[in-house]
């Protein structure tokens, strides 16, 4: 080992402040470790009586052990690796025979450890061997008394990377990406569910919460819906076949369950092939500009969410116009009813189809962007539910006004000693009592479709913002600490659970939207529609048999 007498830069004489001269003593050695053997090619500097060895083996006992290291991604271990080297050796740089600089780490390279080290430190926990780069770096400050050396702006310190690539054998080159996540797929854009070597794989969000519970859940969702699209083409097919559900008000349900039926059998794509739906690849979500199905499927749901609103208000402007007004105007204006209902559906689909913001981003089924789904989607549609919904509470007020009239007013009197006023009030609240006895069920129907609607938006604009991709990127990299630890995929969950949209909210709203078919099927059924469509076979079979031809022949020798 060489002595001599090193001349300390002026940058770290400053640094010190209270050093009464600009020398110390010192050496410079070549570097003989193990730990920074591929970053460091120079002369080393290291104080008064201490060696290579005692500087690492102060690492080690310090928390920097094997163990520890192997728990490192390499996203972390780059940047921390690179801090320990230039921080524990500093570079000795010669300027003129007998004397050098010396220069300490960089603050930079000291950030940068930080930056992408911090919770994975905390998650192996050892939060000791994080850095304070505001103050003096940790191997000066016994070394170089009284405080040590400040670390160093760039320009003037000591930057230390990577030597050969071929080289290279830093202590997490033999690390795994811990399960679920697999290894980033090269040339790949930087991702929320990655982080600089893991990702979590597509979909992404099966992979955060507690092991199969997404899976399960969105399997009923599925169920639910499937069985919401039985119902609902029943209810279809009744009111499209059945000869006296054709007319006015009964259309508007008709055309309502057309709405459900094309809202619940968008199901088929994920029943046939959910992951299909979801990802391209292992790597990346389904679009419509790399996923025609998901495209597809996106354009059906978008225009059977919007047009079953807009004739979910139909129904209920029509019971207001109907109960309180007693006008049968819509019954004549089906043509405006139909431009503004699917017009309105299909610009709002042609809308997000040409911005390109239709893709998967929750649950099984591709939607518009989180990002642009409240200006294109549910604003537009909360442009139509609230104005109805309001509508619909007048409507309610209104009749509750007139119950009540019923039962403080006696309608037993004769209508003869009555006044014409009088009369007209009580007939107007037969008219009333009449019009919620054929149109509850309509009226129950709209408030249950409104409901979901409404509940699923909150959670939309409330929760899943969640998972945007700036908030998320931390937590993914926490949790992939958390599994690197060899915790459970359930802890590493419930660890994350706090920064996810809930899972059973999650559920819910899933589960609300899925089941209007359910709802409205078992809100319009009734024995009636059972004996009708007895009627409506018996005919058909009647008419099948010949036995109408035959009576009609009976029949003619009656004819006069």
């Known amino acids: 080992m060489t002595r001599f007498f090193a001349k300390v830069s002026a940058l770290a004489t400053l640094a010190i402040g209270l050093l009464s001269t600009t020398e110390a003593f010192g050496s410079a050695v070549d570097y003989t470790g193990s730990l ?13 009586n201490v060696t290579i060895a005692m500087i690492e083996g102060g690492l080690v006992s310090g928390g920097l052990t094997a163990d520890v290291i192997s728990k490192i ?4 271990s780059g940047p921390f690796i690179e801090y320990v080297c230039s921080a524990s050796f500093p570079k000795v740089v010669a300027t003129t025979p007998g004397t050098a600089d010396v220069q300490f ?3 930079s390279t000291c950030q940068a450890m930080v930056t992408n080290c911090d919770a ?4 192996v926990g050892k939060p000791e061997l994080i850095a304070n780069c505001d103050g003096p770096i940790q191997s000066t400050v016994r070394t170089v008394p009284p405080n040590g050396i400040l670390f160093q702006p760039d320009g003037k310190c000591n930057v230390v990377k990577p030597l050969a690539a071929s080289n290279s054998t830093s202590p997490a080159d033999g690390f795994k990406c811990p399960p679920p996540f697999i290894p980033v797929k090269p040339g790949m854009p930087p991702s929320a569910t990655c982080n600089a070597d893991c990702c979590v794989p597509c979909p992404a969000q099966y992979h955060l919460y507690r092991e199969g519970a997404l899976d399960k859940g969105f ?18 097919v009744s009111y499209i076949c059945l000869p006296d559900k054709r007319s006015h008000p009964s259309a ?10 094309l809202f619940s059998v968008v199901v088929i794509f994920p029943l046939i092939d959910t992951n299909a739906m979801q990802c391209v690849d292992q790597y990346t979500p389904s679009t419509q500009q790399n996923n025609l199905k998901c495209a597809i499927q996106g354009a059906m749901l978008i225009f059977a969410s919007v047009s079953t609103c807009a004739w979910c208000s139909a ?37 997000a189809l040409g911005t390109g913001q239709v893709r998967w981003e929750f649950a099984t ?7 642009k789904s409240s200006t294109i989607f549910f604003y537009p549609m909360a442009a139509m539910i609230f104005p109805a919904f309001l509508i619909h509470i007048a409507t309610f007020f209104h009749i509750a006004r007139i119950s009540a009239q019923a039962g403080a007013d006696s309608e037993t009197m004769s209508r003869s000693t009555l006044s014409a006023s009088a009369a007209a009030v009580i007939s107007h609240r037969r008219h009333v009592m009449m019009a919620i006895k054929i149109q509850w069920r309509a009226a129950v129907m709209a408030i249950c479709a409104l409901l979901c609607v409404t509940f699923y938006w909150l959670f939309y604009f409330l929760q899943l913002g969640k998972i945007n991709p700036t908030e998320l990127a931390p937590h993914v990299l926490t949790f992939a600490a958390c599994l690197g630890l060899g915790k459970g995929h359930d802890t590493c969950a419930d660890e994350l659970a706090p920064h996810l949209p809930p899972y059973g909210l999650m559920l819910a709203a899933e589960f609300l939207v899925s089941s209007i078919g359910t709802v409205i099927f078992i809100v319009f059924f009734k024995m009636a529609l059972v004996r009708e469509w007895g009627d409506w076979f018996s005919s058909i079979g009647y008419l099948c048999s010949g036995k109408r031809r035959q009576k009609q022949e009976q029949d003619q020798f009656f004819v006069i």
Request: charged share 10%; proline share 3%.
């Open 36 to 48: 920074c053997l591929n970053y460091i090619n120079y002369k080393v500097w290291v104080p008064d």
């Open 73 to 76: 991604p390499p996203s972390c």
């Open 105 to 107: 780490a960089c603050k």
């Open 120 to 123: 994975i430190l905390r998650q």
């Open 219 to 236: 399997r009923m969702t599925n169920i639910m819906r499937a069985v919401s699209m039985v119902f609902s083409f029943i209810l279809m």
């Open 252 to 261: 508007l349900i008709l055309l309502f369950a057309i709405c459900v039926f």
């Open 315 to 351: 129904l209920i402007v029509n019971l207001h116009l109907h109960t309180v007004w007693n006008s049968a105007w819509l019954a004549k204006k089906y043509w405006l009813l139909h431009s503004i209902c699917w017009g309105f559906a299909i610009t709002v689909t042609a809308v």
């Open 365 to 371: 089924l591709c939607l518009i962007s989180q990002e």
